[in-house]
């Protein structure tokens, strides 16, 4: 491998991971095919540059020695279409690699480099880097990563939708949470009235309600903005936020009960049941919007 290559890296960037080390790509934790040792050096290059224009003059002094005598266009153009099968990619509208004409090309979207830790001694090359920089088995990593899989929906097993799909169905959602807190507070009173009916767990309950309205309207405020902006680091961030949106949105998936007599217990049950849902949509539709059409 190249000396710009020389130094133990792992590159995170979407749902991929890179080892410079070992060459392994893994997705979600999940090992993806090989790729061979000149394709693996472009996507490699790409990532240290990234948001940088990488010529192709400069992959070819990097790749092909001057006394190779090779069809480099041809060569180059095959490579680069690897790197992108390999990450999913499309020329067309890229998610990765963007295809400058005639200058090169660029990795767009954000890439996190970490310094990887030196494989221990007689360790078998078994372990991994953890966030803070601590080494895990990579055992673990991987059937963490499976777990999850198994549970939640993967970004494979989904279609691809239009971003503009995603866009408009994301920030209805959070519209529609948005109205729902706000109504809440305005109508407090009411809600009080209804939980003393409740017994001693009302007080809790009220207050559980109250903090997680004034907690979420920030938070939709923010999805909002994001989506309207079209911030390309929202899917990555909104995972990050999942396991605590998650929380606070089954929480709130109780309210209906509190307008049980105006509405009926059967709508009281079906709308708490599509409000259980809904934090699983949100996650499903970013990951359909990544795998999707610009």
């Known amino acids: 491998m190249s000396e710009g290559n020389s130094q133990p890296r792992l590159f995170r960037f979407g749902m991929f991971e890179l080892d410079s080390v070992t060459g392994e790509l893994r997705k979600d934790g999940k090992s993806r095919p090989r790729i061979r040792d000149q394709v693996l050096q472009i996507l490699i290059m790409l990532l240290e540059k990234s948001d940088d224009v990488v010529g192709r003059d400069e992959l070819r002094e990097r790749l092909w020695p001057a006394d190779t005598f090779v069809d480099f266009d041809h060569g180059l153009n095959t490579a680069i279409n690897q790197v ?48 803070d920089g601590f080494e895990q088995p990579r055992e673990v990593l991987t059937a963490t990563a499976e777990m999850r899989s198994s549970i939640l929906s993967d970004s494979e097993d989904l279609p691809a939708v239009r971003k503009e799909s995603v866009r408009i169905l994301f920030s209805l959602i959070q519209l529609m949470y948005l109205i729902f807190y706000i109504i809440f507070l305005v109508r407090l009173s009411f809600a009080e009235a209804v939980l003393n009916d409740w017994g001693r767990y009302a007080y809790s309950v009220f207050l559980v309600l109250v903090v997680a309205a004034a907690i979420g309207i920030p938070v939709r405020l923010y999805l909002l903005t994001a989506m309207a902006f079209r911030y390309e680091g929202l899917n990555e961030k909104f995972r990050k936020l999942f396991p605590f949106l998650l929380v606070l949105d089954e929480m709130w998936a109780l309210t209906p009960f509190l307008c049980v007599q105006q509405i009926g217990i059967g709508a009281a049950i079906a709308t708490a049941a599509a409000l259980l849902y809904l934090p699983f949509s949100q996650r499903s539709l970013l990951l359909m919007g990544a795998e999707g059409k610009r």
């Open 84 to 131: 992108r099968s390999a990450l999913g990619d499309s020329a067309v509208n890229p998610k990765f690699i963007q295809t400058l004409p005639r200058r090169g090309y660029r990795f767009i979207g954000p890439v996190q480099i970490v310094a990887r830790a030196n494989v221990i001694a007689g360790d078998g090359g078994n372990r991994d880097e953890g966030i």
